[in-house]
Nanobody, 118 residues
Framework: QVQLVESGGGLVQPGGSLRLSCAAS????????TRWYRQAPEKERELVAVINPRRNSINYADSVKGRFTISRDNFKNTLYLQMNSLKPDDTAVYYC???????????WGQGTQVTVSS
C-alpha cells in the first residue's frame, strides 16, 4: 500500500522559515516525478515545485522562486520543501504528489497546513 505523509507545517511569522517533509512508503521513489502543490481557501490548487528525474530538472512557480527549495532523498524515500522568507500569501494547505510516467500511478499525501501570520 502506497502512502505519502506530509509533516512540518505550522504557524510562522512573515519572513520566517519552515521545512516540509513528505515520507513515502510502498513505492520506488527514485523513478517518480515528485511535486509540491498548495491550495489556499477559495483558490485552485497551485503547483509550487517539481523534481522530474526523467528530465533531470527542477522547476518552481514564479511566486516562490528564490525563496523555496525542493529536494529529495531517494534512500529515505522523502521529499522536502524548504520555505524561506515566507509571506502571508504562502498560507495554504501543502500537498506532496508522486507520479510515475510509465504507469500513470498518481499518489497524494493528506496535506499539511502552513499559516503565515503575525
Amino acid at each position: 500500500q502506497v502512502q505519502l505523509v506530509e509533516s512540518g507545517g505550522g504557524l510562522v511569522q512573515p519572513g520566517g522559515s519552515l521545512r516540509l517533509s513528505c515520507a513515502a512508503s510502498g513505492l520506488t521513489f527514485a523513478r517518480y516525478t515528485t511535486r509540491w502543490y498548495r491550495q489556499a481557501p477559495e483558490k485552485e490548487r497551485e503547483l509550487v515545485a517539481v523534481i522530474n528525474p526523467r528530465r533531470n530538472s527542477i522547476n518552481y512557480a514564479d511566486s516562490v522562486k528564490g525563496r523555496f527549495t525542493i529536494s529529495r532523498d531517494n534512500f529515505k524515500n522523502t521529499l522536502y520543501l524548504q520555505m524561506n522568507s515566507l509571506k502571508p500569501d504562502d498560507t495554504a494547505v501543502y500537498y506532496c504528489n508522486a507520479f510515475d510516467w510509465a504507469t500513470n500511478d498518481d499518489y497524494w499525501g493528506q496535506g499539511t497546513q502552513v499559516t503565515v501570520s503575525s
